[in-house]
């Protein structure tokens, strides 16, 4: 079984099973952190700065990949360590913070569910720079599988959940009395080509990366995460006064860090031992696992468009993987 084929060539069944079942868990914490992060809310507001809950983020995955060098989990490499191998993975970590800081200044220049809809053309981008840095050509059917992942993306976002609140007889709440017009500024447009150009890039560089080294996972991801803690860091510290760094966490808070972490470690062993596509059908699925958790508790109630989105990606999933 090839990875193209959602798995990795010359695997048992027992590493086989667990490698599905670490491709389940991902997807499953992709799925919690939107509504893990709606049970932060106070007030209907996050009550910490999102710098600090990146940068914690960051560095547990650190502490956890050192700790898995230390206590011999993987093994160090042989020889005087290769920290020249270290700098690529700057790049990386660059990438994935303008990448991070660019969802933030694109809400400035379009409506919330504009975002949501169009920034799924990063599936796009991630299988133009897979086909181009990697090399790897896609079949038409393989090509139809993620259009299906890209229209499913925009299906859920354009209403894939629904507030019973909006539903009821009478005035509409507050909140939902002027929602937000569907707008989006020609730099804001730009702005969000840049986005997916970006997004589509850093997965797959960081992909090639992983996979041309002959390195531990772990030592590779304690260079790349050692980046992207300075580089936190210092957008931390320069985004001027607000809450400390752990002012405002509470018990949901330090699960959302904790989950992203794990996810991000896992993540990297997709990177490493799968593909940027096998990604993409990861967060794909998580919109499942996200409905579902959002209506057990958060209360919203799921609509025809999450079971059209759902119907889609089960349908892309088959045409990407299924026997040709």
Same mark, same amino acid.
């Given at each position: ?178 929602? =937000?017009?569907?707008?989006?500024? #020609? &730099?804001? *447009?730009?702005? !969000?080509? +840049? %986005?997916?150009?970006?997004?589509? @890039? ?7 990366? =992983?996979?041309?080294?002959?390195? #531990? &996972?772990? *030592?590779?991801? !304690?260079? +790349? %995460?050692?980046?992207?803690?300075? @580089? ?93």
């Amino acid at each position: 079984m090839s990875v193209e084929d959602g798995g990795i060539p010359g695997l048992g069944r027992p590493r086989q099973a667990r490698w599905t079942l670490m491709l389940l868990l991902s997807t499953a914490m992709y799925g919690a952190h939107a509504p893990l992060l709606a049970l932060c809310h106070v007030d209907g507001q996050v009550p910490f700065r999102p710098s600090s809950a990146v940068l914690l983020t960051e560095l547990t995955k650190l502490l956890l990949c050192a700790f898995s060098l230390l206590v011999g989990w993987q093994a160090w490499p042989q020889g005087s360590p290769p920290w020249r191998q270290a700098v690529p993975f700057a790049l990386s970590a660059l990438l994935y913070g303008a990448n991070n800081n660019l969802v933030i200044y694109l809400q400035r220049y379009m409506d919330p569910s504009t975002y949501q809809v169009l920034s799924n053309l990063k599936i796009g981008s991630t299988a133009l720079f897979y086909c181009l840095c990697l090399r790897h050509r896609l079949s038409a059917r393989q090509g139809l599988a993620l259009l299906l992942l890209m229209a499913a993306g925009a299906c859920y976002a354009a209403g894939g959940l629904q507030d019973p609140r909006n539903t009821l007889p009478g005035p509409p709440p507050a909140a939902a009395a002027s929602p =937000m017009p569907l707008h989006i500024t #020609p &730099l804001g *447009l730009l702005l !969000l080509i +840049l %986005y997916c150009l970006i997004s589509g @890039l850093s997965s797959v560089y960081t992909e090639l990366l =992983m996979k041309r080294q002959r390195l #531990p &996972l772990a *030592l590779q991801n !304690l260079f +790349l %995460y050692t980046f992207g803690v300075l @580089l936190n860091l210092g957008l931390h510290a320069g985004g001027g006064p607000g809450p400390g760094l752990l002012e405002g966490f509470s018990g949901w808070a330090a699960l959302v860090v904790l989950s992203q972490a794990l996810n991000g470690l896992l993540m990297s062993a997709v990177m490493k031992h799968g593909s940027s596509i096998t990604r993409l059908f990861v967060v794909s699925c998580s919109l499942v696992v996200n409905a579902m958790l959002s209506a057990a508790l958060l209360r919203l109630q799921l609509t025809g468009a999450f079971f059209l989105a759902t119907l889609l990606i089960g349908l892309a999933v088959r045409l990407y993987y299924g026997s040709r």
